[in-house]
């Protein structure tokens, strides 16, 4: 194995320092960051290219948990030191000259910094395409709901409008469950977000093959039952004036009507969340809010929990809008490191260079325990 960390060192000693690089793909050209520039190399031998693969999940992880871990793990791969800076920055003065550090272009750290005062706590930030071929930011009202997809969504955000939510807080085992539902939607071509605790694979199945056959446009969510997410149905309830379909009250899947279920004017789907961007009772969702205030004021050991579904329920989201040209990828990965990096800085992350260290180390103990790859 040791071979192939050879041949994968020489690669990333002759790509570290690329901060830019054009990409092909038949007739479309786009500009790739550092780390798209340096994960796109397809190595010819199956031993280096599997080396190379694992590496590059180390990598990967080291990225997520703190922005610029990743590049610092090729870093200390070549025997190269890094810094150590923990300190937080304590103004927008601070975290402008971190961004510039972190390399980010004039033009994207004002649209970071342009969003950062436009979202609230809890609101959410995401990046998509422009169709107007210019860069903008868009403020909503929105109502964020962690849900895990159960499907492959087509896009990193799925936009549906009067569409139908429907939570069921319970398992659903068998198609024939839910095989008016599908009907009703598939006879109304009516777009839905199924959120449940849980779908057999036979479920999941069928709504993915009339997916396929776009018959069907619906979409189903897990909903965790955990204590932050165990009454995340009832607020979703509250913001889409509907119920929650329980056994709990005796209810039964099986007589939902699907006529009778409001449509959801506009929500955003994506991986692990949905978006509800306007409440269809503002007057039923202040009388819920309310309530859970009171509850806090009950039972004060319940704050954590209760302050996060009031945040859910009273958050503004921001969508920054780049150009789709030649570098909207280049873009979208600066943007999201300076989002990340607020992020790791207000959730109390551990520091960049001890992030590294560790994926390092862990890559290396992995690499000196197989000893190569057969």
């Not at 590049?71 to 003065?93: A, C, E, Q, R, Y």
Request: proline residues 1%.
């Amino acid at each position: 194995m040791q071979g192939s960390l050879s041949s994968i060192k020489d690669y990333v000693t002759k790509n570290i320092g690329v901060t830019l690089s054009l990409c092909t793909s038949g007739d479309i050209i786009t500009t790739l960051g550092p780390l798209q520039h340096v994960f796109r190399q397809k190595f010819k031998h199956s031993h280096d290219l599997a080396t190379f693969q694992v590496l590059l999940t180390y990598v990967g992880n080291a990225e997520k948990a703190c922005p610029g871990a990743g590049t610092d793990v090729l870093k200390l791969l070549l025997g190269h030191k890094i810094d150590s800076d923990n300190s937080l920055p304590m103004t927008m003065s601070d975290l402008e000259a971190a961004f510039c550090q972190m390399k980010l272009s004039q033009v994207n750290r004002n649209l970071v910094i342009a969003a950062l005062n436009l979202c609230s706590l809890n609101g959410k930030m995401t990046i998509k395409r422009s169709s107007g071929g210019r860069d903008f930011i868009e403020v909503s009202n929105g109502f964020n709901f962690d849900a895990v997809s159960l499907c492959t969504l087509q896009k990193m955000n799925v936009s549906l409008e009067d569409a139908k939510i429907v939570c069921i807080d319970g398992y659903i085992e068998s198609v024939s469950e839910i095989h008016h539902i599908l009907s009703y939607l598939a006879e109304n071509r009516t777009a839905c977000v199924l959120l449940s605790r849980g779908m057999s694979q036979d479920v999941l199945h069928t709504i993915s093959v009339n997916n396929a056959r776009s018959t069907l446009s619906l979409y189903p969510f897990q909903v965790a039952f955990d204590l932050d997410n165990v009454n995340s149905m009832v607020d979703v309830a509250a913001v889409t004036d509907d119920d929650v379909v329980s056994s709990n009250k005796g209810d039964l899947i099986s007589a939902i009507d699907m006529s009778t279920w409001k449509n959801v004017t506009r929500t955003t789907l994506q991986k692990d969340c949905i978006v509800i961007h306007q409440a269809a009772n503002e007057s039923r969702l202040a009388d819920h809010v309310k309530q859970l205030g009171e509850k806090l004021e009950d039972r004060p050991e319940l704050e954590s929990m209760v302050s996060r579904r009031i945040r859910s329920l009273s958050a503004v989201n921001v969508d920054i809008s780049l150009a789709d040209d030649i570098d909207f990828l280049s873009r979208s990965q600066q943007i999201d490191q300076g989002i990340r990096f607020v992020k790791s800085n207000l959730m109390g992350s551990i520091g960049r260079k001890e992030t590294a260290e560790h994926y390092y180390e862990s890559f290396m103990t992995m690499v000196n325990s197989i000893g190569c790859i057969v």
